[in-house]
């Protein structure tokens, strides 16, 4: 189902993030379609409009390039947040920007692998660097309509 008019009358035009509870009852795999639309919808629009994703309200590195950039997606147990980040950034400042967004720094940080199926655990800087290289294999592999977050899985 496509939309061509906002269903929202413009409620949500200024909004800048927002959170979803889904009720117990609801099947998984309604959850995981609407995960999905979101990050198709927000990553899409983000790279046509050729518009980088800050969360900080500044540009962090003074790159405009989409393909500079790591789009991730900070899944804590009751929550997913979307942040950007430049291609080169190291984990320390994935953590620097985790904790003036959030407040907090992480004990424990996993990624989703697409091609194991499975989360691997950040525990160094080389580890970031096999989730960011796993990011970047996934995202070269996808046509230009298609965006893929890298899946952070962050533990307080």
């Not at 800048?16 to 609407?34: A, D, I, R, S």
């Not at 198709?40 to 500044?58: P, T, W």
């Not at 950039?69 to 009751?78: D, E, H, L, M, R």
């Not at 947040?81 to 320390?92: G, K, N, P």
């Amino acid at each position: 189902m496509t939309m061509d008019i906002d269903p929202t009358n413009g409620v949500l035009s200024n909004a800048v993030g927002f959170c979803l509870y889904p009720k117990p009852w609801e099947h998984p795999n309604t959850l995981m379609v609407v995960e999905a639309g979101i990050n198709r919808l927000c990553f899409a629009d983000v790279k046509k409009e050729n518009k980088l994703l800050i969360v900080n309200k500044k540009e962090q590195d003074g790159s405009n390039s989409f393909n500079d950039k790591i789009f991730i997606q900070c899944i804590f147990a009751t929550q997913i947040h979307d942040l950007t980040l430049s291609i080169d950034s190291t984990l320390f400042d994935f953590l620097i920007l985790v904790n003036q967004q959030f407040g907090f720094s992480p004990e424990w940080i996993e990624y989703f692998d697409k091609k194991s199926n499975e989360k691997i655990s950040i525990t160094d800087e080389e580890d970031w660097k096999i989730a960011k290289y796993s990011y970047i294999k996934t995202k070269k592999g996808l046509d230009d309509e298609t965006s893929e977050a890298l899946k952070i899985f962050l533990t307080q």
